[in-house]
């Protein structure tokens, strides 16, 4: 059969696009929420909601409908709620909401007019944890104080503004608690230090967090992860100061942090690599040392906290986490630049749980993906789910798989 000819791509195909991203398992293994992205021709902005799809198949649902973005979504630890970011109101900033699993009307939990982003469930499902910027000059509601002159700016730090954002030297993001029932939010970090990544110890008394607050920081990348209590109290350093850091995530029994980053503080294009580091404190441990692959966090894990991800497509065994065989990590790769193997243009999703479920959700992602843009079913690699369109074969090679391809693969640590 021959097949259909194909045209060139114009501008209206853009509208015809729909990314998928920030996969969240739910407790059960049964379903997966995530993020469908378009572009609005009529508003000229991009949409977002949250979707749902069995792992087992079928037609993928649409969870929300808020008439902006709808992000971030995470299920509570008994798998009855899901909280998300909406920026649903008139001209509001995102706030966090939570919405029953199997639907219903969604409760906002907070009115903060810088908004709130990075929402994390505490253990026992009664607290969220999230982070909001705190501070800065705000513009007036009434139209005749805006129309007059905005009060100067005196800026002595490198670091002031942030793309997306503005100006960011004088409202620094600060971590905060509500009560996932409703009620007041509570503040747990002070200063001029920008906090982010939150996630909960497993016995939900501390909340620890990634923060630059060393003298050098407004000339370097290094960072740290702190803990503060969540009933109050200063926060604590736990690592040393030798370069950038993310995505810390506690073990089972809340003894060891895990995190990635690297021990170059000044220093760029640097492979990030998977550490340990004591809850109270000590000498971070690298476990990927002699690996020549880049780690990347990846969310999704059906614990509920954001697992920290390493780069390899071999089997790697490490012994630097206690024993928990119900936490997954996810292992993504950037192949080596003298692979030479052949490769098509695709677009790959991500996400980490376990076993036989990874396979069934890879499975249902792609097939949701092809149900909502329309096309066809994608196919599905032994690296990892991929959506792969049309395209010519490979014939030189300058067409074989770029250095920075992704390649993902999935290994529990016992």
Aim: hydrophobic fraction near 35%; aromatic fraction near 8%.
């Amino acid at each position: 059969m021959t097949q259909p000819a194909g045209r060139p791509m114009v501008p209206e195909d853009l509208l015809r696009i729909r990314s998928v991203s920030d996969p969240q398992m739910h407790p059960d293994g049964r379903r997966v929420a995530f993020v469908v992205t378009m572009l609005s021709e009529v508003r000229d902005e991009y949409l977002s909601t949250i979707w749902i799809v069995d792992v087992a198949g079928g037609e993928p649902r649409q969870f929300t409908r808020g008439s902006r973005r709808d992000t971030a979504p995470r299920w509570s630890s008994d798998g009855q709620w899901l909280a998300f970011v909406s920026e649903r109101e008139k001209k509001g900033k995102g706030q966090l909401y939570v919405m029953p699993a199997d639907g219903g009307e969604p409760v906002r939990l907070t009115d903060l007019r810088p908004g709130v982003t990075s929402p994390a469930w505490s253990p026992d499902g009664q607290w969220l944890a999230f982070v909001s910027r705190v501070g800065g000059w705000e513009e007036p509601t009434d139209e005749d104080e805006r129309d007059r002159s905005k009060p100067p700016r005196i800026i002595d730090i490198l670091r002031y503004k942030s793309n997306g954002v503005g100006f960011v030297y004088d409202r620094p993001q600060q971590i905060f608690v509500v009560p996932a029932a409703g009620g007041p939010v509570r503040q747990l970090t002070e200063g001029s230090f920008e906090n982010h990544h939150p996630t909960w110890a497993p016995d939900g008394q501390h909340v620890a967090f990634v923060s630059a607050r060393h003298d050098e920081r407004d000339e370097d990348s290094a960072a740290d992860i702190y803990t503060v209590p969540v009933g109050g109290g200063a926060a604590r350093q736990i690592t040393r100061t030798m370069g950038p850091v993310s995505w810390p995530v506690y073990s089972a029994d809340g003894r060891t942090v895990a995190y990635i980053g690297h021990a170059h503080a000044r220093a760029v294009s640097r492979h990030h690599r998977l550490y340990t580091v004591p809850a109270v404190g000590g000498a971070p441990r690298c476990l990927t040392e002699s690996l020549d692959r880049n780690c990347e966090p990846m969310t999704g894990a059906s614990t509920g906290a954001s697992p920290l991800t390493s780069a390899s497509r071999e089997s790697m065994r490490t012994s630097g986490l206690p024993p928990n065989r119900s936490r997954t990590m996810a292992m993504a790769t950037t192949p080596p630049a003298a692979a030479p193997k052949p490769w098509s243009r695709r677009k790959t999703l991500s996400h980490t749980m376990s076993g036989a479920s990874a396979a069934a959700t890879d499975a249902a992602m792609c097939s949701a993906v092809a149900r909502i843009s329309g096309r066809r079913r994608p196919t599905l690699s032994l690296h990892g789910p991929t959506m792969s369109w049309p395209n010519p074969k490979p014939t030189s090679p300058s067409t074989r798989r770029p250095p920075w391809a992704p390649c993902t693969s999935w290994r529990s640590f016992p």
